[in-house]
């Protein structure tokens, strides 16, 4: 591992210095991308480094991953070093989760933990990094999966902030992209102070730009707590729905929604939710099911289910945790589009069924270890009809809860390394 605050060599010094031209340029791209609705017109100046919360008292730990999926992970890590904390007389910290996507702060808000806020990562330049270090001053901080920028790393290590990154994850063809700068990455990686990886592949592949003292710790997705839902909302919808089953297609694409098209109806009582993965398919979505002659409700219309609807369209954002609630049984989408697959936890993590397709190539060792537990099932093109009505159904959802219970207990010895590194620990 580099020394703290070590000089950066070639690759990194000639990286800082064309970021240096990036607040010529930020300002007017984020304008335009707020023209487009693809920025916060309230929050947008956060990625310049200006910040729209004040600094808590006490210490406080930035954690940082881009998109969605990867911040509601971290809740698992967040809430196991608060407990550790706390429990040690150390007192919990506070914590700032950054993030780069829109879609992310929709939702991270209604699933924050304790003691924890949201802003968007500031871009990675040196002025709006500055900007960003002065007022929040973190004393630890964390990056997660793929997302790691060398200006951001490099302007903590200058101020003696510890620097660590949690459920790496590098495919092959990033490591063979990565790879051409190796110098650069070397510079970045070896600045890190722990590198937690998902998997033994991922390992290698950090190793080989340039990380080192890695350990393997599995996916955080396992072990992040359930989604929220509005409990007075849960509980009114479910005396509309009383006597109906429902199911849940979530985070589907086309393929996924081929295939659920497929197999309705499937009974006179079952109500189906589908929640597209972006929802803005939302209305060719309903083209489909309008042509198919299947009677639809729409979340984002206000539109509430009959007796006699078919398929309640769940096109609104930040609501799995009550689709998932209100099911009995998911199928997880992007199996059937060469998408790889999206998180099975957050449905196990609620006792739900999984049902999946053949591509799981973004969570192999996740899928693998629910199907070998009996905890979810791998469906081939046509096969979705049969699975809904398989009995295994109910025993299915207790062995994924239990998984997702275990994971969730298996954060300690990654919350305790990480507390241990944080400037004033002990």
């Known amino acids: 591992m580099a020394e703290a605050g070590e000089k950066p060599g070639l690759a990194l010094g000639a990286y800082l210095v064309a970021s240096r031209a990036l607040p010529f340029m930020a ?74 996507a829109r879609s992310s702060a929709q939702v991270i808000g209604a699933n924050l933990p304790p003691r924890t806020r949201h802003q968007f990562r500031p871009l990675d330049a040196p002025a709006y990094l500055a900007r960003f270090l002065d007022h929040w001053r973190p004393d630890l901080s964390i990056w997660a999966e ?89 509980a009114r919808i479910q005396a509309q729905l009383a006597g109906r089953r429902v199911w849940v297609a979530a985070s589907t694409h086309s393929g996924d929604e081929a295939e659920v098209l497929a197999a309705l109806p499937i009974g006179d009582d079952a109500l189906t939710l589908i929640a597209p993965r972006d929802v803005t398919r939302a209305d060719a979505l309903a083209d489909a ?9 729409r979340r984002s219309a206000g539109e509430v289910p009959d007796a006699k ?23 997880i989408g992007g199996g059937f589009d060469r998408i790889g697959g999206h998180n099975p936890w957050e449905a196990a993590a609620l006792g739900l069924p999984i049902l999946h397709g053949p591509d799981t190539a973004n969570f192999l060792a996740d899928y693998k270890a629910l199907d070998e537990a009996g905890a979810a099932m791998p469906l081939a093109t046509g096969g979705l009809a049969a699975a809904l009505a398989s009995p295994d159904l109910a025993t299915m959802g207790a062995r994924a809860k239990a998984l997702s219970d275990r994971a969730q207990g298996s954060l300690a010895p990654l919350a305790r390394d990480l507390l241990a590194l944080m400037r004033g620990a002990g």
């Open 289 to 297: 099911l309008c042509a198919r002659g299947l009677s639809f409700a």
């Open 309 to 331: 609807t078919q398929v309640w369209l769940a096109d609104s954002y930040g609501e799995l945790g009550l689709w998932y609630r209100l099911a009995e049984v998911a199928l």
């Open 146 to 234: 793929q997302e790691i920028w060398p200006g951001a790393v490099l302007a903590a290590d200058r101020r003696g902030i510890p620097v660590a990154m949690v459920n790496a994850r590098i495919t092959a063809e990033s490591h063979a992209r990565r790879r051409r700068l190796r110098g650069l990455y070397a510079d970045v990686l070896g600045r890190l102070a722990l590198t937690a990886a998902q998997d033994q592949a991922s390992a290698a592949r950090l190793t080989d730009l340039g990380a080192r003292g890695l350990r393997v710790t599995g996916s955080l997705k396992s072990a992040a707590p359930p989604l929220a839902a509005d409990p007075a909302e849960l």
């Open 27 to 100: 300002p007017a791209l984020l304008r335009r991308r707020l023209a487009r609705g693809k920025e916060d017109p309230a929050r947008w100046r956060e990625k310049l480094g200006e910040p729209t919360s004040p600094r808590p008292e006490g210490r406080l730990i930035w954690l940082h991953a881009v998109g969605l999926g990867e911040v509601l992970a971290l809740r698992g890590l967040i809430v196991e070093m608060a407990r550790q904390a706390g429990a040690t007389g150390m007192g919990a910290p506070e914590f700032l989760i950054t993030s780069t």
